[in-house]
Antibody, heavy 119, light 107 residues
């Protein structure tokens, strides 16, 4: 059974940093692209970032480019999101999502972790 | 960037109704479209990929169609479990983008 378990969400002040983790199990992690998707309170879904299976390619949404860094540790089956220079508009539930096969629809999602940026 | 526009934003329907949600892309995305269902406070659920392929385990009352710039999600006979929000997503190119969502409410 595929499981994705996020952690690391917290209350942080504007300008601060946070690192999210996503522990994966139930599939061969190193074979799949992995993603972060977020949802602000009461709002829709927003793609944040994608990392290729080997980790040698990363992609970001315009709203986080230059501030967030996606990475992965394949031997430890773990996905990360380093979030820097946080802003109030980054407040959201952050989901880790597995890409289906070689494409970028998201077939499995974690339960999400809440990041709140506020003074 | 490819913009995804869903309509309507809210839909009121009754159990047993046939429901259709539309998703339009600002440029052609071929069939690189997915649909998700999300209930309040819950994780999004993957329904359909490549515009019309039903994910394993998803009830057959759900179907998707379209290609290019216009797509539809149809629920053939609405069930109580189907009252939720639905999102389309294009994966033709980065940045990946979602539609704004359609909330299906009880009439």
């Amino acid at each position: 059974e595929v499981q994705l378990v996020e952690s690391g969400g917290d209350l942080v002040q504007p300008g601060g940093s946070l690192r999210l983790s996503c522990a994966a199990s139930g599939f061969t992690f190193s074979n799949y692209k992995m993603n972060w998707v977020r949802q602000a309170p009461g709002k829709g879904l927003e793609w944040v970032s994608t990392i290729l299976s080997s980790g040698d390619g990363t992609y970001y949404g315009d709203s986080v480019k230059g501030r967030f860094i996606i990475s992965r540790d394949n031997p430890k089956n773990t996905l990360f999101l380093q979030m820097n220079s946080l802003r109030a508009e980054d407040t959201a539930v952050y989901y880790c999502a597995k890409a289906r096969d070689g494409y970028l629809s998201f077939d499995y999602w974690g339960q999400g972790t809440l990041v709140t940026v506020s003074s | 960037d490819i913009q995804m526009t869903q309509s309507p934003s809210t839909l009121s329907a009754s159990v047993g109704d046939r429901v259709t949600i539309t998703c339009r892309a600002s440029q052609s995305i071929s069939s690189w479209l997915a649909w998700y269902q999300q209930k309040p406070g819950k994780v999004p659920k993957f329904l359909i990929y490549k515009a019309s392929s039903l994910e394993s385990g998803v009830p057959s009352r759900f179907s998707g169609s379209g290609s290019g710039t216009e797509f539809t999600l149809t629920i053939s006979s609405l069930q109580p479990d189907d009252f939720a929000s639905y999102y389309c997503q294009q994966y033709k190119s980065y940045p990946l983008t979602f539609g704004g969502g359609t909330k299906v409410e009880i009439k």
